[in-house]
């Protein structure tokens, strides 16, 4: 995984579509895991990691915010349902 440490904007497209991908994959798990749970978050996880998974390359070659984004509300909904799971 590239260095967390650099801004997504700063990554190379390929280190950008690898950091997409590896977040997908978390996603889809926790979607799964949220789903069996009977968590609110799961068709919204299930949702954005379809997206992801269609769209990374094109993502990932997206120097506008909008790439930034999706990996922010990705990360976002895995934190939200992390914290309810921790409670």
């Known amino acids: 995984m590239p260095n967390?440490?650099?801004p997504f904007s700063t990554l190379t497209v390929e280190e950008r579509d690898q950091m997409l991908t590896e977040i997908d994959g978390n996603l889809h798990y926790m979607a799964l895991v949220s789903s069996a749970v009977h968590d609110d978050t799961a068709r919204q996880m299930d949702a954005l990691s379809q997206r992801i998974d269609r769209e990374h390359?094109?993502?990932?070659a997206d120097d506008s915010a909008r790439s930034g984004a999706i990996l922010h509300?990705?990360?976002e909904l895995m934190d939200v349902f992390q914290e309810r799971m921790s409670l």
């Open 4 to 6: 967390v440490e650099k």
């Open 57 to 60: 390359e094109k993502l990932a």
């Open 73 to 75: 509300e990705a990360l």
